[in-house]
């Protein structure tokens, strides 16, 4: 017996097979459902300047705090935070906040160069990067002077007359 033989197992496994593209199609739904639906809770709740600040606060290691100088919205409508350090001099970074729907490959400029993946969802992009490289340059060779000054260590006083030291 064929399995071409009109009357057999052809109609009935033509109906499987539309099941299982059917079942196969309302998984991918569900799932493509399930990726974006907290994406789509995040791009809602939008940009704040507590985000942007604390994102500016990671970068620096500890080293300062920025506070919201002022914010305005650039020529594409989007909100910019100008951030400043509490640091002196003052290290000034402008962040606006971007939106990722998929991950994003990059290759890395560090020494040791290689693959990085740069998450879904929000994030912050610096705009003013030749004013912050600067401000934070200037930052850097005050500490060089500084601690220069101070007998190679920022953490020490300077030394105290007497023969105790």
């Known amino acids: 017996m064929s399995w071409h033989e009109p009357g057999t197992a052809g109609p009935k496994r033509m ?11 309302v998984a991918v739904l569900i799932q493509t459902a399930l990726y974006f639906a907290p994406l789509v809770v995040q791009y809602a709740e939008g940009d704040t300047a507590e985000v942007a600040i604390a994102t500016a606060d990671g970068g620096a290691g500890g080293e300062y705090a920025f506070s919201l100088e002022r914010e305005y919205a650039d020529e594409e409508g989007r909100t910019v935070y100008r951030c400043v350090s509490d640091s002196r001099p003052a290290v000034v970074m402008e962040l606006r906040r971007e939106f990722r729907w998929l991950p994003q490959l990059r290759w890395s400029q560090s020494v040791v160069p290689g693959p990085l993946i740069d998450d879904p969802g929000p994030y912050y992009e610096l705009v003013n990067k030749d004013e912050w490289r600067e401000s934070y340059l ?13 007998g190679g260590s920022l953490l020490t006083d300077p030394p105290q007359g007497g023969e105790d030291g």
Do not use: F, G, I, S
């Open 15 to 25: 109906r499987d097979r539309k099941a299982a593209v059917a079942v196969a199609l």
């Open 138 to 150: 200037e930052w850097n060779r005050e500490q060089m002077r500084q601690e220069a000054e101070n």
